[in-house]
């Protein structure tokens, strides 16, 4: 038996060496095969090339001479120059701004915000003047009439009795006055101002046929009253104490005219003040 192993491998030996090297799969049918997906196509960018500038032949790329009409044109301007006094070389051309300006700070923004909010309601350009402007005034009545007229409701925050119809003259005076003088003289609680007449077309001191007042130009007010923030009320006629009589004197430098108690007989019970146009000093009495 195992003689006859031996010779049969003997024998199937050269027939083993001989066999094709070939895999024992079978061959992929080609009638069900898949055929594999397509990858795309790189194309890659090409930079387009610029046209090349054609240069008509024999012709230079150097910038041509100036034409001789405008050589001569730029040398009489500069012989006029030089006639008239002027020197045309001198003059520089403006610097462009390299920097832009720099934005506003928080505080300059709070100022800007509260001076707009001061000056809405206001008058006269001064944001302490509250009230409108109103048209023109015209009258019949020679002489009488503003031409830029105001309605004013309060001054330097103490409040009129009745919007006063008046020029900015008068009312910049009195708003002054109130400030600087008034106020601080009540220890800053004068809250109104009785307002006794302001525009009206009518002689002086409401005389038949006497000249124009100064309150037929919008130009004057009168005070008659001073009331304070604790409801206290000092008029002109019962009150005319030492408060008031420092307070009528001081207003002298404020106006061309103030006349009072004891001054003409016409303005016992009230202040007169007016802004008139009149030449010399001012009027104080």
Partial sequence: MRRAL???????????????????????????????????TVVAEVAPVEAAVEVPAGRSLRPMPRPEALVRRM??????????????????????????????????????????????GAVCGVAAIKGEP????????RGCGVAEAVRVTSISGVRLSQAATVDCSIAKSLNAWVDEVAQPAFDGKLS?????????????????????????????????????????????QDNYNKILRRIYKAACPYFRTTLGPGSDGYHEDHFHFDTSARSGGSYCR
Avoid: W
């Fill in 192 to 236: 109104e101002l009785r307002v006794a007449a302001h525009y009206i077309c009518r002689g002086r001191n409401n005389v038949k046929g006497a000249k124009i007042s100064e309150h037929g130009k919008g130009r004057a007010i009168d005070i008659s009253a001073f009331v304070l923030t604790n409801g206290k009320i000092l008029t002109v």
């Fill in 134 to 141: 109103i048209a023109p005034i015209s009258s019949k009545v």
């Fill in 75 to 120: 040398a009489e301007l500069k012989a006029a120059s030089q006639e008239s006094g002027l020197d045309l070389s001198s003059v520089a051309a403006p610097e462009p701004e390299l920097a832009a300006a720099e934005p506003p700070t928080r505080k300059e923004r709070r100022k800007k915000k509260r001076e707009l909010a001061s000056m809405e």
């Fill in 6 to 40: 031996i010779l049969l491998l003997c024998l199937a030996g050269p027939a083993l060496a001989e066999a094709p090297k070939t895999s024992p799969r079978p061959l992929p049918n080609p009638l069900t095969a898949v055929a594999p997906a397509p990858q795309p």
